[in-house]
């Protein structure tokens, strides 16, 4: 190398060197990355997939014998459960999907 001392070449003008004309921004790169690993990760799922002989199975209908002294909680009427529960989810429902300008408390909306 030219800078170490021990070089009989050491203290001479070094060389130009032509450097590419172009040059990458930042965005230019992050969007290269991120095409990339998308990429990257879908040719992974797909080689595992054809390597592990596995069978998806199709979806399965599925068929359930409720007997007719089964206690069944009917989640379109929660009166059934109790009185309380119907007014407890009304309250949930108002609070979580209310706006601002009903009450001055702070909220979810």
């Given amino acids: 190398s030219q800078r170490c001392p021990h070089d009989s070449a050491f ?4 060389p130009e060197k032509a450097y590419p004309k172009f040059k990458a921004t930042r965005d ?5 990355l991120y095409t990339a690993f998308p990429l990257v990760q879908i040719a ?3 080689i595992a997939q054809t390597h ?3 069978e998806i199975p199709s979806p399965v209908d599925l068929v359930l ?11 379109t ?8 529960a119907d007014m407890a989810l009304e309250e949930a429902r108002n ?13 979810i909306t």
């Fill in 11 to 14: 203290g001479s003008i070094l």
């Fill in 28 to 32: 230019v790169v992050d969007g290269i």
């Fill in 44 to 46: 992974a799922v797909v």
């Fill in 52 to 54: 592990s002989n596995l």
């Fill in 65 to 75: 014998d409720v007997t007719e002294d089964t206690n069944l909680i009917d989640l």
């Fill in 77 to 84: 009427d929660l009166s059934s459960v109790g009185g309380w």
């Fill in 95 to 107: 609070y979580l999907g209310g706006t601002m300008a009903e009450s001055n408390d702070l909220g």
